[in-house]
């Protein structure tokens, strides 16, 4: 059973371009979460995604940040016109979302081993 | 402030000392709670589950505290190794099936020889 799945593990961008990280979950996971790290920070949440649904994006940039969970396919967090700011460390993390409440609650998240985003 | 408070440190502790660090939450609403271990640069990875009566994994020792609101973590015999951010996780039911999780900003150690 592989675990989180984020790529590209690094990933360079020029100031303007779009940056895209994906991050495929657990198998038999459908719940994913987004975090971003800063240098000597810690993890700041960014959005919470099941299959096809946002269930919670207060930690999202109102603007150029986006995120989806397809169907079919890979958590895409898509940044626009990316700018020197934007450069950190992007985690994906996956949680099942079955088996009942205790279970869920008693179950921890699994991390991706995260995206390094340079802008230059 | 926060919803999950951790003393950033860095705690610099010697080797073969005992350590412990807490950390406090503000919603009394929270359900279950985790330590995790993140090095510099990877990914943070379960150190262990936080139950109530307490648990212990090796020279790891957690603890929850329901009425004053905060879990702890104990490590004994400290080796090298231990250095890292320690982030504590509070988990609760967002709405029927979605769980949130809460993470605290992580205290740092640093053992010494």
């Known amino acids: 059973n592989a675990g989180v799945m984020q790529n590209p593990r690094h990933l360079v961008r020029r100031r303007g371009q779009e940056a895209r990280l994906r991050c495929s979950p657990m198998k038999g996971h459908s719940h994913v979460y987004w975090y971003r790290q800063l240098p000597e920070e810690g993890l700041k949440f960014m959005v919470y995604?099941?299959?096809?649904?946002?269930?919670?994006e207060s930690g999202m940039p109102k603007e150029r940040f986006s995120a989806e969970f397809p169907k079919e396919g890979p958590s895409i967090l898509r940044i626009q016109q990316v700018v020197r700011g934007d450069s950190a460390a992007y985690f994906c993390?996956?949680?099942?979302?079955?088996?009942?409440?205790?279970?869920?609650?008693?179950?921890?998240?699994?991390f991706g081993q995260g995206t390094r985003l340079t802008v230059v | 402030r926060k919803e999950v408070e951790q003393d950033p440190g860095p705690f610099n502790v010697p080797e073969g000392a005992t350590v412990a660090f807490n950390c406090t939450y503000s919603n009394s609403a929270s359900q279950s709670f985790f330590w995790y271990r993140q090095d510099c640069r990877k990914e943070p990875k379960l150190l262990m589950s936080v139950y109530s009566s307490g648990n212990e994994d090796g020279r790891f020792t957690a603890q929850l505290n329901r009425a004053s609101q905060y879990i702890s973590l104990l490590i004994r015999d400290s080796k090298l190794s231990d250095s890292a951010t320690y982030l504590c996780?509070?988990?609760?039911?967002?709405?029927?099936?979605?769980?949130?999780?809460?993470w605290g900003a992580g205290t740092k150690l640093i053992i010494k020889p």
């Open positions: 995604l099941q299959k096809e649904n946002i269930i919670d």
């Open positions: 996780v509070v988990k609760r039911v967002l709405t029927h099936s979605n769980y949130q999780l809460i």
């Open positions: 993390a996956s949680s099942p979302g079955t088996g009942g409440t205790v279970r869920m609650l008693n179950t921890e998240a699994f």
